[in-house]
């Protein structure tokens, strides 16, 4: 009975802390319901006038773009780094984790330098080629780097989940008269899916919630994103609209929960089973 008590109270007191956690975003759900004026007055969670109004003027946009073209974009440039990551990083990490070249563990070290490094070291001479490049204001610099394995990250996620799949499963294949590019697609690939989502899942949720990188580089209203879009709304000068912004906010977590919900077993193995023989 007593091992009962303590379990009951530590699930008690878990359960606490969570909805201690969680009061943020189900103040933002319930403040996207509310009229401008009682969101700020009305101090309980929920509210006896309810509108949908927010999500109607929130969804509008301004200047004549809606917040559909802004979730587009942000969908756009969120699929193509996800791909771009999958593709790149899991061909870098196999080859530093099967392959064997000259200058490998130098590389594979200074590979892993740059997780060390903070992104604003960088964003200064990244900036300047871009620019040369005539790639301001597009969604180049924001894509194209995913597609050249910028992301050590994931790099090293990939390449300790690739160490724990056994060589003699490479030998059996390669006696069946497998090259390297069949052995990378018909063997490591599928196995490497635990890791394989877990990159995109972290890839989609970093590059959607992304703003400093799209504020940096991207100035043409239509190419705004939704994180650029909700910044727009905030008016510090003048009277922003509390409404609109929290309900367009309450719409922009939905993606990222969703695909976490979805692929949450994928993620949490691939996490777990990294590194292991």
């Not at 999958?86 to 080859?95: D, E, P, R």
């Not at 390669?174 to 989502?197: E, F, H, N, S, V």
């Not at 959607?208 to 727009?232: E, H, N």
Request: charged letters at 15%; hydrophobic letters at 50%; one cysteine or more.
């Amino acid at each position: 009975m007593k091992g009962t008590y303590s379990k009951a109270i530590r699930h008690v007191l878990i359960l606490l802390v969570g909805l201690a956690m969680l009061y943020p975003v189900l103040w933002l759900l319930s403040s996207s319901f509310k009229p401008n004026q009682a969101i700020f007055t009305d101090t309980g969670l929920w509210s006896h006038s309810f509108t949908f109004d927010n999500y109607k003027n929130g969804w509008k946009g301004f200047q004549g773009v809606s917040f559909s073209r802004f979730f587009g974009n942000s969908a756009l440039i969120s699929i193509l780094c996800v791909l771009g990551n999958i593709v790149t990083c899991s061909l870098a990490a196999y080859a530093f984790a099967r392959l064997d070249f000259k200058l490998k563990k130098i590389w594979f070290a200074l590979m892993l330098v740059t997780i060390m490094l903070p992104y604003h070291v960088t964003l200064v001479p990244q900036y300047i080629i871009f620019s040369k490049l005539g790639w301001i204001n597009t969604f180049a610099p924001l894509i194209l780097p995913k597609w050249l394995a910028h992301d050590s990250f994931f790099i090293l996620l990939m390449v300790q989940f690739i160490r724990g799949i056994p060589r003699e499963l490479d030998e059996s294949a390669t006696i069946d008269g497998c090259g390297q590019g069949k052995l990378y697609l018909r063997i490591i690939l599928p196995l490497l899916t635990p890791a394989l989502i877990s990159t995109a899942i972290f890839t989609f949720i970093w590059t959607w919630d992304d703003f400093f990188s799209q504020m940096i580089y991207i100035s043409d209203i239509k190419l705004f994103t939704v994180q650029l879009g909700i910044r727009a709304l905030y008016d510090p000068s003048g009277s922003s609209d509390w409404g609109a912004l929290l309900a367009i906010s309450v719409l922009s977590l939905l993606p990222i929960t969703l695909i976490f919900l979805m692929f949450q077993r994928y993620f949490l193995e691939g996490i777990a089973t990294t590194g292991l023989k």
